[in-house]
């Protein structure tokens, strides 16, 4: 009888504990739902929004924040053109104001 009980509650513990990762599962593809949401729309904009309103053309000449590399092909803002670079996506861009913009395209997760 007590065996019965113990095998009970050990499986009641398990389908609890896998109840509670399934909605983890669910709460992180929702995020990175949304953040890829967020992206898309910051990138088909053709501009990101700094945190003081103003606007990061993704056109023209970028400096990568990882490498230093400078270049003005297409996606440069977003992705390093230098087949060197170690961190071929750029974590952030810098506004002319000087305040850093989250590259939609390299967020990541929690």
């Excluded at 113990?6 to 669910?26: H, I, S, T």
């Excluded at 990061?56 to 996606?75: I, K, N, R, Y």
Aim: hydrophobic residues 50%; contains cysteine; negative net charge.
């Amino acid at each position: 009888m007590i065996a019965a009980l113990r095998f009970a509650f050990a499986a009641l513990v398990a389908v609890g504990e896998g109840l509670l990762w399934a909605l983890l599962a669910l709460r992180i593809l929702g995020q990175g739902t949304r953040h890829l949401a967020d992206g898309r729309k910051a990138l088909g904009a053709g501009a990101l929004t700094c945190p003081a309103g103003h606007e990061v053309d993704l056109a023209g000449f970028h400096e990568c924040s990882a490498c230093g590399f400078v270049s003005d092909e297409p996606g440069a803002a977003l992705f390093c053109p230098n087949p060197y670079c170690e961190a071929p996506v750029a974590p952030y861009v810098t506004c002319e104001c000087g305040r850093s913009v989250v590259n939609p395209a390299a967020r990541v997760v929690p």
